[in-house]
């Protein structure tokens, strides 16, 4: 199996790096993540008041990320370069806390005061409200996926 450059340098009380295709998942799905953020935004631009569209992909990201997580909990099996790609990679790039905190910064900038303390309580409770629902979500497809007898692990 190939590996990262200096893969195996000795790392003594520390784990093996990953190899070079958990390396490249993380890549390719952090620049499709962002791409994709970059694309909404310029789709649904935000007026100043609370920030929809931010919200909206970090709460959708945390309930996609919630429902791989309890799925692949659930049924592990498949390879890592997968979960590097989409958690860390795809969502971990779609939804980005640095788009909350430069959001309450201009609003705070702009005297909404208002607002931004509004969207500071709104997105990280609707965040883990999303990630929790896609625990369970994702646990009860895969559970139903099992059920159904698919061969899968």
Do not use: C
Not at 43 to 57: C, N, R, V
Not at 81 to 88: S, V
Not at 99 to 108: G, H, K, P, R, Y
Not at 113 to 119: M, Q
Request: proline residues 8%.
């Amino acid at each position: 199996m190939r590996t990262t450059p200096g893969a195996d340098l000795e790392r003594p009380g520390k784990p093996p790096l990953p190899p070079a295709t958990v390396w490249t998942a993380v890549a390719v799905g952090g620049l499709l993540g962002t791409e994709a953020r970059y694309g909404l935004g310029l789709l649904f631009p935000e007026d100043g008041g609370i920030p929809w569209t931010t919200l909206a992909i970090n709460v959708t990201g945390s309930l996609l990320l919630g429902m791989v997580t309890a799925f692949w909990t659930e049924r592990p099996g498949a390879p890592v370069w997968l979960h590097a790609g989409l958690g860390p990679g795809l969502l971990g790039s779609f939804t980005t806390f640095s788009a909350v905190t430069i959001a309450i910064d201009q609003l705070a900038a702009a005297g909404r005061h208002d607002v931004w303390l509004a969207y500071l309580g709104l997105s990280p409770a609707a965040g883990l409200a999303a990630a929790v629902a896609g625990l369970v979500l994702g646990r009860v497809l895969a559970r139903r996926a099992a059920r159904s007898g698919d061969g899968q692990p």
